[in-house]
């Protein structure tokens, strides 16, 4: 789905991402890398290979558009727990595999927690708004900025109804001045929203993006 926001030809993606065609970027909100893990830290049997999933999504994506850099909303990594040796060897296993990619993370709420990834991943940590553009890349939704805010942290869903029955996707959250990007994470969740006056929605059935009328 190609939108222009700022003077800038968008594409919100069905893997729940944006790409930025001008500036080869993509643009990824909440993968919480980890979260499985630390999950099964505090004893919680949940499934092993979100890491693995969230790297495949990655590779899916790089072959698909030409990335020259891939910008993380926050919530890069879930917890401290995240930094569990398995979790970043397949990690850098991945960052092996693309050493030419430029890699940012916008800090977020649970970067904060969890602590910068391994200087070995090469990744460049910024603090929000950080500005590229005519876009101010953050976490938060609710950061003030002149230029046009791309955010994730709230993970919005949208449920759609026909009849008795209904079916909860990932969206995208589009107003005048701010768009927040769904959770990118596998095992990550979401949270209803309700658009507001000036905002437009455009869910995701992971194979094509659609607005809500």
């Keep these: 789905m190609k939108l222009q926001r700022a ?22 909100a909440d993968i919480h890398f980890g979260k499985a893990a630390s999950f099964r830290a505090l ?3 949940v499934p092993a290979g979100t890491t693995s999933a969230n790297l495949l999504a990655l590779d899916g994506l790089l072959a698909q558009h030409p990335v ?7 919530d890069f ?11 970043l060897a397949a990690m850098l296993a991945w960052r092996q595999r693309h050493p030419e990619l430029l890699l940012t993370v916008v800090r977020g709420n649970h970067d904060a927690h969890a602590g910068d990834p391994p200087a070995l991943l090469e990744i460049a940590m910024v603090d929000e708004p950080y500005l590229v553009g005519p876009f101010a890349f ?6 003030l900025s002149a230029a046009y805010v791309m955010a994730g942290h709230v993970h919005p869903v949208y449920r759609l109804r026909a009849g008795w ?26 949270h209803p929203v309700l658009p507001q006056p000036g905002e437009r929605v455009f869910v995701s059935s992971g194979e ?6």
């Design 165 to 190: 029955e209904s079916l909860v996707l990932p969206c995208f959250l589009v107003a005048p001045a701010r768009m927040v990007l769904p959770s990118f994470g596998a095992f990550t969740g979401g």
């Design 68 to 74: 020259r850099e891939i910008l993380f909303l926050g």
């Design 7 to 28: 003077g800038e030809d968008l594409l919100l993606l069905p893997q729940k991402a944006v790409y930025w065609p001008r500036a080869q970027m993509l643009v990824v």
């Design 43 to 45: 004893g919680v049997p």
């Design 138 to 143: 953050c976490h938060h939704p609710d950061v």
């Design 77 to 87: 990594l879930h917890a401290r727990a995240a930094h569990a040796p398995a979790t």
């Design 208 to 213: 094509a993006v659609l607005e809500i009328p």
